[in-house]
């Protein structure tokens, strides 16, 4: 049976390259040849083992490809095609795609449901960090690349850019709002770009990365905050006249940046939650006005799906956005370990990598 190389979960600490053998598709499946992916900070959990997944798993869920086999039934795809698949692969037909919320796909209370069962790749079946991988519901997941648009200008959209704008869509951001953004890695610099494409009329970020917070200037910040220098509540409502926002958009995961989305909402104000947490969370009575604030908390799990991606791919070729900043550094396949050791200790001004078998 043909083999390939694949980033391996062997255990926490450890993720190596190995070699598995190519996936065999069905009928409704489609085989990909990764021509570029990335390292997500999800990934970064996995590694960590502050995300369980099954031992001898492929990790990755960024694809960007070439189809090379489709199974006997997908209609409206060709092999050859350059493709691009969002990290949540909804089947399209569950009690949760039904109602709307694909990325919590599942087979239906009879077969049971888990959350976040949207996503797939590189969590609960084999993901893309590999030279080739297998797309569920082809039909349902991939989206063809508009012509003239590269990899490195696509790389973004099946999460990063995809996550980073349901943070602003999710906290329904308006236009002529103000809007916060805690943390500007590669999810808080798209949700940024995002509130701006909403239509926010003030966007303030918040980091402690300077190079980051230069990214974010030329993706629409309005006002960018040192935390190391700077307390960034007192600062955001001193900016607002003590007036407060009308969405905080956490995207880091921590009880830090979280709380003070919370105190620097206004009354009726929205906190959108990006952010994967690895502990549990307090929310202050204080902050919270005791429950009397009417704030609304939501999260949000990246959207999936072929019309997501189409959308997402439509406005990187309008030129509305441009992300190519955030991809600061490239390795090939067999320099996997080496990529995960930059990324996973923020080296060297890292963002996001390009991967390339």
């Known amino acids: ?15 190596v390259l190995e070699d598995k053998t190519i996936p065999e598709i069905g009928p409704l499946d489609a085989l990909i040849r990764i021509t570029t992916t990335t390292i997500c900070g999800t990934d970064v959990h996995i590694l960590k083992g502050e995300y369980p997944v099954a031992r001898g798993l492929t990790v990755g869920h960024e694809p960007v490809g070439v189809i090379e086999k489709l199974g006997r039934e997908v209609r409206g795809l060709k092999e050859g095609q350059r493709v691009i698949s969002g990290a949540i692969t909804p089947s399209g037909y569950s009690n949760a795609c039904l109602c709307g919320h694909h990325s919590q796909d599942g087979a239906g209370a009879e077969h049971g449901w888990k959350p976040a069962g949207g996503w797939k790749l590189g969590n609960t079946i084999d ?33 990063i850019m995809s996550t980073g704008f349901s943070g602003a869509q999710s906290g329904e951001v308006s236009i002529g709002d ?27 970020v ?18 960018v905050i040192d935390a190391s220098k700077t307390n960034p509540v007192e600062e955001i409502m001193r900016i607002t006249r003590g007036r407060g926002v009308d969405v905080a958009i956490e995207a880091l995961g921590t009880q830090a940046t979280f709380e003070a989305a919370l105190r620097v909402l206004r009354p009726g104000g929205v906190l959108s939650s990006l952010g994967v947490y690895s ?26 799906g072929k019309e997501r991606m189409r959308r997402l791919l439509a406005v990187i070729e309008s030129g509305r956005v441009d ?15 080496a990529a995960y050791d930059l990324f996973s200790h923020q080296r060297d001004g890292v963002l996001k990598v390009a991967i390339t078998p």
């Open 323 to 337: 992300l190519s900043a955030m991809v600061t550094h490239r390795f090939k396949l067999d320099e996997i370990e």
């Open 206 to 223: 918040v980091d402690r990365i300077a190079s980051r917070l230069e990214v974010s200037r030329r993706l629409g910040a309005d006002h």
């Open 279 to 304: 502990t549990d969370l307090k929310i202050p009575m204080d902050a919270f006005t005791s429950g009397l604030g009417n704030h609304k908390i939501i999260t949000t799990l990246c959207p999936g």
């Open 178 to 204: 103000t809007v916060a953004v805690m943390a500007q890695g590669p999810i808080g610099l798209c949700a940024t770009a995002g509130a701006r494409l909403m239509g926010a009329a003030v966007i303030i």
């Open 127 to 159: 993901g893309c960090q590999a030279e080739y991988v297998l797309i569920p519901d082809a039909m349902v997941n991939l989206a063809v690349i508009p012509k003239g648009l590269t990899d490195e200008q696509v790389l973004m959209c099946p999460d």
């Open 1 to 15: 049976m043909s083999k390939m190389r694949a980033a391996v979960f062997v255990e926490p600490g450890r993720v």
